[in-house]
T-cell receptor
Framework: EAGVAQSPRYKIIEKRQSVAFWCNPI?????LYWYQQILGQGPKLLIQ????????DSQLPKDRFSAERLKGVDSTLKIQPAKLEDSAVYLC??????????FGQGTRLTVV | AQSVTQPDIHITVSEGASLELRCNYS??????LFWYVQSPGQGLQLLLK??????LVQGIKGFEAEFKRSQSSFNLRKPSVHWSDAAEYFC????????????FGGGTRLMVKP
């Protein structure tokens, strides 16, 4: 069974630029999550989708972050404009309803 | 709101020694509790989870954890550590209908001495 796929693995951008991350969940998983993991900290949930609807985005900084899952499968997370403090690993995870979440390898973003 | 505290940022043990990683949580209802492991450059892998029932939970790679409601703890243990266990370990509490909206602790980095 293929795992959660994320791309790119690494990204370096200058502050005020925009960036997008892509996630392909495990086939058949209706629930998709984006987490932000700052160096030295545990992951923090940014947004949760159930199919193509948002379940929770209370911790998403909506002035600069956006996420979509238009067809209920793939998802993109965008940051525009990026700030230095957005440097982190962005983890995507997916799950079937009520079952454990499986994580991708993440995208490491460095904002300079 | 739920929270998780992992008091030990770093732990070093000798190979073959026993291991206990501490986790304390704060949650208003019966918690869903998880332990994940993260190797460098990798995503998170689930070691074990507690939803209900037996408070001693067995996981993969020889790990176990014990839920103690009176102490709000969910400590992870392993009787004999292997060098390949060196990694970062995260405890998490789950909210939501299925307990899958996770709040993570800050992690404990485990180093294993030969």
């Amino acid at each position: 069974e293929a795992g959660v796929a994320q791309s790119p693995r690494y990204k370096i951008i200058e502050k005020r630029q925009s960036v997008a991350f892509w996630c392909n969940p495990i086939s058949g998983h209706a629930t998709l999550y984006w987490y932000q993991q700052i160096l030295g900290q545990g992951p923090k949930l940014l947004i949760q989708f159930q199919n193509n609807g948002v379940v929770d985005d209370s911790q998403l900084p909506k002035d600069r972050f956006s996420a979509e899952r238009l067809k209920g499968v793939d998802s993109t997370l965008k940051i525009q404009p990026a700030k230095l403090e957005d440097s982190a690993v962005y983890l995507c995870a997916s799950s079937q309803q009520g079952i454990e979440a499986f994580f991708g390898q993440g995208t490491r973003l460095t904002v300079v | 709101a739920q929270s998780v505290t992992q008091p030990d940022i770093h732990i070093t043990v000798s190979e073959g020694a026993s291991l206990e990683l501490r986790c304390n949580y704060s949650y208003g209802a019966t918690p869903y509790l998880f332990w994940y492991v993260q190797s460098p450059g990798q995503g998170l892998q689930l070691l074990l989870k507690y939803f209900s029932g037996d408070t001693l939970v067995q996981g993969i790679k020889g790990f176990e954890a014990e839920f103690k409601r009176s102490q709000s703890s969910f400590n992870l243990r392993k009787p004999s550590v292997h060098w390949s266990d060196a990694a970062e370990y995260f405890c998490a509490v789950g909210a939501g209908n299925a307990g899958n909206m996770l709040t993570f602790g800050g992690g404990t980095r485990l180093m294993v001495k030969p």
